[in-house]
């Protein structure tokens, strides 16, 4: 199957820095790449959904400043959580589809463990 | 909401039982899909079923699917420990957008 790779797997940073996330599919292209968060014991939480070449289509109540989406190539898309806040101390999961697919199963990568201090 | 709701929130069985997990959701989808989740990892894709579909099989996994009732149904036969993990389903709306449920927990015991 396809392979999506995330990383850091796990990061700790001090209040008020900027963690980027990176996001790459190992063997094949995605158009459109996609971000969650997960708080423990909860569901996925779509926050935005990342376009090649475009800007991201962020969901509501998801703020576009504190999440910055960045899908420069076909193969990487990366979260930057900026000023980070104890409060934004969560696992971050990206997904794709292969190609220009609109529909089907995602492949995830293994998420990354932000926690803030 | 369109979210799926899925029940139990937690299940716990023995090595060997049958596990059912159900999802239920509010919407016109396109297709119902199942994710596991271990603990603290990504989510791996199980099985998809299209709308016009009401059962797929796939080794020990068999999913129904009733678009009347809005609700769908997993279930693991004869189980093993290693299948313990987060379970959740995950409806595909218009537009391809994937919302998943709240997840089931499920433990088999050894």
């Known amino acids: 199957g396809a392979v999506v790779s995330q990383h850091p797997s796990r990061v700790i940073c001090k209040s008020g820095t900027s963690v980027k996330i990176e996001c790459r599919s190992l063997?094949?292209?995605?158009?459109?790449m996609f971000w969650y968060r997960q708080f423990p014991k909860q569901s996925l939480m779509l926050m935005a959904t990342s376009n090649e070449g475009s800007k991201a289509t962020y969901e509501q109540g998801v703020e576009k400043d504190k999440f910055l989406i960045n899908h420069a190539s076909l193969t990487l898309s990366t979260l930057t959580v900026t000023s980070a806040h104890p409060e934004d101390s969560s696992f971050y999961i990206c997904?794709?589809?292969?190609?220009?697919?609109?529909?089907?199963?995602?492949?995830f990568g293994e998420g990354s463990r932000l926690t803030v201090l | 909401s369109q979210q799926g709701e899925e029940d139990p929130q937690a299940l716990s069985i023995q090595e060997g039982e049958n596990a059912t997990m159900n999802c239920s959701y509010k919407t016109s989808i396109n297709n119902l899909q199942w994710y596991r989740q271990n603990s603290g990892r990504g989510l791996v894709h199980l099985i998809l079923?299209?709308?016009?579909?009401r059962e797929k099989h796939s080794g020990r996994l068999r999913v129904t699917l009733d678009t009347s009732k809005k609700s769908s149904s997993l279930l693991i036969t004869a189980s093993r420990a290693a299948d313990t993990a987060s379970y959740f389903c995950a409806i595909e709306t218009s537009g391809s957008r994937l919302t998943f449920g709240e997840g089931t927990q499920l433990t088999v015991n050894p």
């Open positions: 997904s794709a589809r292969p190609g220009q697919s609109r529909t089907g199963e995602l492949f």
């Open positions: 079923i299209r709308s016009n579909e």
């Open positions: 063997d094949f292209q995605a158009t459109t």
